[in-house]
C-alpha cells in the first residue's frame, strides 16, 4: 500500500501508462500536483483518466513565466469540490533572482496560502535557497484551523537541515521525502529524516525528475516511489511493508481523500 504524494504530469506523456503502472505498483492513490498551466492540466487529465485515484492539487509555483498574481482556478469553485490541495506554492531563490523576482515569488506564494486557508486545503510547499522568508511567511499565513488538525501541508522534496524541519513541526506541516534519499551522497538527508516524527513522514516522486535509485538517470513516474519508501524504512529500521502503510495513512489523513481508496 503506497501513496505517491507528489508528482506531475506532462499532458502531452503516457499518463494512462504511467498510472496503469503506478496501481501495479501497489500504489493506491497520488496527488496530482500543478504548478504552472501544463502541470495543472497535466493533474487535471490524470484526475480524468483515474478518478478515485489520481487526486489533484491546483497551484503556481515560484517561476517566473508564472503569473505575479495567480488566477483563481474555477476547480477551487466547483460545487463539491474536488481539490484536494493547493501546490505546488513556494520560493527558490537559487536561480540568482533579483530582489524584485524574489518580491514577486512571495507574493505569488502569499496569495495562494490564503486561498488554501480559505478553502481549508492543505499546500504542496516548494522551498529552495529561500528558509528564512518562507517560515516568516508560514508563520503569518498558516490557517489556525489547519495547525490544530496538522493538517496545514507538506514541505515537498524534504531535503533537511532538522532544524528547518523542527520549525515546520509546530505549524502542522509534513515532509515529503523523495528518491534523493536513496542517493549515495544523500546521507545528511538520510540522519534529518530520523528526525521526524512518523507520523509526519510522507514519501513522494516529484516525477518526472529525481528518479531513486537503482532507475537513477531514468524518467522518473509514480511506480518508482516503491524504491524510495523502502529506503526510507531501512533507515529508519522499520518493516517495509508497516511503513508504506504508515506512509499511506499519513497521505491519506493530510490530504483528506475518501477512506474508500484504501481501508486503514
Ligand atoms: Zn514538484
Redesign the pocket.
Known amino acids: 500500500m503506497l501513496f505517491d504524494t507528489?508528482c506531475?504530469f506532462d499532458p502531452d506523456a503516457d499518463i494512462a501508462g504511467e498510472i496503469a503502472r503506478a496501481r501495479a505498483a501497489g500504489l493506491v492513490g497520488l496527488l496530482a500536483?500543478g504548478?504552472d498551466e501544463a502541470a495543472n492540466r497535466g493533474a487535471e487529465i490524470a484526475v480524468s483518466l483515474a478518478p478515485g485515484f489520481a487526486f489533484p492539487a491546483f497551484g503556481f509555483d515560484y517561476q517566473p513565466h508564472n503569473p505575479r498574481r495567480p488566477p483563481r482556478l474555477p476547480a477551487f469553485d466547483s460545487p463539491g469540490g474536488g481539490v484536494f490541495a493547493v501546490g505546488?506554492i513556494g520560493l527558490d531563490y537559487s536561480h540568482g533572482d533579483t530582489a524584485e523576482e524574489k518580491a514577486a515569488q512571495r507574493e505569488r506564494f502569499v496569495a495562494q496560502l490564503e486561498l488554501a486557508a480559505e478553502k481549508r486545503l492543505p499546500v504542496s510547499l516548494?522551498c529552495r535557497e529561500a528558509a528564512d522568508d518562507m517560515l516568516a511567511i508560514l508563520r503569518e499565513h498558516t490557517s489556525p484551523v489547519l495547525m490544530a488538525e496538522c493538517r496545514s501541508g507538506a514541505l515537498?522534496?524534504f531535503t533537511g537541515p532538522a532544524d528547518f524541519a523542527a520549525e515546520l513541526l509546530p505549524l502542522g506541516y509534513s515532509f515529503g521525502i523523495s528518491g534523493i534519499v536513496t542517493f549515495s551522497g544523500a546521507s545528511a538527508l538520510r540522519q534529518a529524516v530520523r528526525t521526524l516524527p512518523l507520523d509526519r513522514i510522507l514519501v513522494e516522486t516529484?516525477s518526472p525528475?529525481l528518479a531513486p535509485v537503482p532507475r537513477r538517470g531514468h524518467r522518473c513516474e509514480p511506480a518508482f516511489v516503491a524504491y524510495t519508501c523502502d529506503r526510507v524504512a531501512d533507515e529508519l529500521g522499520v518493516d517495509r511493508e508497516e511503513f508504506a502503510a504508515v506512509t499511506t495513512r499519513n497521505a491519506l489523513r493530510l490530504f483528506a481523500i475518501p477512506s474508500a481508496v484504501a481501508p486503514l
Open positions: 507528489h506531475h500536483v504548478g505546488e516548494h515537498h522534496c516529484d525528475f
